[in-house]
């Protein structure tokens, strides 16, 4: 399950609508090990195309230079489809190639509303996961049982 905080999925968005009608492309990234999303790096697509997405190879050095330098890494990778869902092409598959972060599509296609969902995609297989936003991750994920009790 990928666990969002409101203001990046808005951020996400934004930055799909702003770039529409070419695909955006981003990476979210997090403290390491923590799956937590934090900071959400806008990037250029290379591709300049409605249909396609390539990070530009000496930005993308850059941000996970700036990643690695901050003990952080790419917890959420995304990217926006234009006139389809938001499921991965076979183009994204093969070229995924980060096994632990969640790959994010947003599609602008409906100039109203926006779609987004969120895949795990390990050796080419596509894995469908749950999104949960919240307004702050302090309480997220926090159940009726894990309340401390006060004596």
Known sequence: MLVIRRDLV???VAHARRDHPDEACGVIAG???SDRPER???MVNAERSPT???FDSAEQLKVWRGMDAADEEPVVIYHSHTSTEAYPSRTDVAYASEPNAHYVLVSTRDPQTHELRS????????????VEVVESYMFAHTGADEVPQRD
Request: aromatic share 12%; no cysteine.
């Open 31 to 33: 403290p390491e090990g």
């Open 10 to 12: 808005d951020a996400m």
């Open 119 to 130: 895949y795990r995609i390990l050796d080419g297989e596509v894995t469908e996961e749950p």
């Open 52 to 54: 396609f997405y390539r």
């Open 40 to 42: 959400l790096i806008e």
